[in-house]
């Protein structure tokens, strides 16, 4: 079985500073992970994955991940946010059986 | 490239009334997965479809709800009879072979 812990449902920055959505998983396999952005009314939009390869995954619009194994985590960074990173973030992890479990969301909101 | 393909974009139903839910995945895509994402729950997993065949439904909340998929490039979400705790937005999704999964825009069910 496969979970997704968001920690923090909300996330407040101002505009440049670094912005740091945290992600826990917990996996009976090694992980497929993925970072997720819904804009209010839209779908979700795909960030970054990890799928074994590097363990720091370079996604759109500067943002990053870091898979570390031994914290079960992969947190979501980008160094200087923008006004238009204002959205919703899922975390997801997956594995062999195609499906995807997402976490709760953490909603960023920028302040000019 | 057209995404992710949902209709209609918004329904309002009565209670009572039957509801379909139509979905377009992305042409070359072999596995179908459809969301319902609500304040309380968040994103959950209904169904999802491999080469057009059910995989796993166990998200199905009940009997009310069936979906098909009766070739490569469309599939139903039906909710009969509806209610008004079925009111949510309804995602489907598409990937190939269990790789990244892409998002239509939504279905944004409301149930009276």
């Known amino acids: 079985a496969q979970s997704v812990t968001q920690l923090g449902s909300h996330v407040s920055v101002s505009e440049g500073a670094l912005v740091l959505l945290r992600c826990n998983y917990s996996?009976?396999?090694?992980?497929?992970l993925f970072w997720y952005v819904q804009y209010p009314n839209q779908g979700l939009q795909l960030l970054l994955k990890?799928?074994?390869?590097?363990?720091l995954v370079k996604g759109i619009n500067d943002f990053e991940a870091e898979f570390k194994k031994s914290e079960t985590s992969f947190h979501l960074t980008k160094p200087s946010a923008h006004m238009s990173d204002a959205a919703e973030y899922f975390c997801?992890?997956?594995?062999?059986?195609?499906?995807?479990?997402f976490g709760a969301g953490t909603t960023v909101t920028v302040r000019a | 490239d057209a995404g992710v393909i949902q209709s209609p974009r918004h329904e309002v139903t009565e209670m009572g009334q039957e509801v379909t839910l139509r979905c377009k995945p992305i042409?070359?895509?072999?596995?179908l997965f459809w969301y319902r994402q609500t304040m309380m729950r968040g994103l959950e997993l209904l169904i999802y479809?491999?080469?057009?065949?059910?995989?796993?439904d166990s998200g199905m909340p009940e009997d009310r709800f069936s979906a098909k998929m009766p070739n490569a490039s469309f599939s139903t979400l039906k909710i009969q009879p509806s209610e008004p705790r079925d009111s949510a937005v309804y995602f489907c999704?598409?990937?190939?072979?269990?790789?990244?999964?892409?998002f239509g825009p939504g279905t944004r069910l409301t149930v009276l």
């Open positions: 999704a598409s990937s190939y072979s269990g790789d990244t999964q892409y």
């Open positions: 996996s009976s396999v090694p992980p497929y």
């Open positions: 990890y799928t074994s390869a590097a363990t």
């Open positions: 997801a992890v997956g594995g062999d059986d195609y499906k995807l479990s």
């Open positions: 042409s070359g895509h072999n596995s």
């Open positions: 479809f491999n080469n057009n065949v059910p995989i796993d």
